[in-house]
């Protein structure tokens, strides 16, 4: 029971993601990354403006998650401090998995430094964690009520009304929330009392937590194609059990199992490239910008907060751990994430290849996977502050720009590179440990991520070129004189990921 409790949530993350693979391995046979990109250029304008406007509008919402937590604390911030902390805090957590945790190491180092009190973080944390439960169970209510068949799997394989009975206690802890709010003030839970907010502030939290999700797929299901049968309710429904799948796995941005949830539950409606292209530009809008800017205006943040101009670099990692090193590990985790899917993609026309012929360029799909590679070590590294992980991402950094450059890649993937190597640069005295990398064996839940991107890498690779190998065995394509040598390179360095996140 003991080796359950410890590692029983890890082994069932691991499980929906083999299980989430599969589905898209399967989706993706016979289809290649020309019509993903095909898919992805029939977007049309509108639906980017729409959906790039929808998710200016979820963060706003989700501003007023943490203002509301501020007052209900008894200490109310401005809006500008509430849509800091709210979107440096969810960008980190939806990236970077394990929101309780990620999201409110962010507010306490945000609300800290504005006066609020350890208990008082506490409240506003607790209060926004509940807040988007809340809009979670009314909408998911509502779907099992009105269209319980379009849950993936559940929908055709448990009775109708087992479903839509499912809906009653959902409901039924929303309303019971918002009654105890008007009657009682104090529930004691374990041996903790817990204050309930106000009546009006508890219909608001559970109003803004409805609209908060409906808003969020609401930037997915523009930039779907029309599709018969696919209502936007029926979506939402989808897009909840897919969500929840991902956060149950505890795999960073549920990458794989919300994405093969996704195209299990879309299968009947559109084709796999049109929801692929769409899942696509709905990361880039959702997850991966707001990391950036969340990046660059926490940074920003710091940098007001010292006086003196020579301090600003040299105190830069010191009592501001509870955000930098792990919000720096993930963009370095995300950086060779991206270098190894660019590793499994064919090339276009590119700088290297003109100027030293096609041998090089199939050599730089082997070197963007084992930069990448190298780069998900380095991040663990950097958890553990080590110095020599430091120094090693560094150099990766500046070589994965070069390689997103000679490549042909769009100019502002190999800015990203190297703006993410001045950050690091500037975290020097954060990283203060001299260690060996792998002085320890990695831990479950550090594998579970490991594992999710090589897996993934390996699913890319496989498909990457028309489905033409996408039956075969991976050691088949690592030795067949048929697999181009870019797939080689790619399936073998990803292995080569796999095994050291089981080992």
Known sequence: MGWLRRHGPTVFGVALLVGALYVVQREFRGLSVADIRKAMSELSPRSLWIGGGLTVLAYLVLAMYDKLGSAYAGKPVSWPKSLLASFCGYSLAHNLGF??????????????????TPLEIAKVVGFTSLTFGLGGMALGGLVLMFEPEVLPWFGSHLPHWALQAMAIPLWGVVIAYVVMSRFVRHVKIFKYEIDLPSPRMALMQTMLATVDVAMTAAIFY????PAEGLTFLRF???????????????????LGVFDGAILLGLQPYMPAPEVIGALLVFRLYYYIIPLFIAGGLFVSFELGQRRAVLSRITAFGSGTDALEVPAIASLVALAGALLIFLGALPTRDTIIEEWAGHIAAL???????VVGSLLLVMAFGLMRRLTIAWGFTLFLLVNGAAIAWLRGEAWWLWCA????????????SAFYRDSRLRREPL????????????ASGLTLALVAYGGKVADESWWTVVL???????????????????LVAMV
Do not use: M, N
Request: glycine share 10%.
């Open 222 to 225: 523009v930039l779907l194609p």
């Open 363 to 369: 050599a730089s799909h082997f070197a963007a996977s």
């Open 417 to 428: 590179f190297l703006l993410l190597a001045v950050l690091v640069a500037a975290l020097r």
């Open 99 to 116: 929101a309780a945790v990620s999201g409110a190491a962010v507010r306490y180092r945000l609300y800290s430094a504005w006066g609020l």
């Open 443 to 454: 831990s479950t839940e550090a594998a579970v991520p490991l594992l999710a991107v090589g």
């Open 236 to 254: 939402v429904g989808i897009y909840l059990a897919s969500y929840a799948v991902g956060i149950a796995a505890s795999v960073p941005g549920g």
């Open 480 to 498: 067949s004189p048929l697999a181009p040598d870019s797939l080689r390179f790619t399936v073998g360095v990803t292995g080569v990921l796999l």
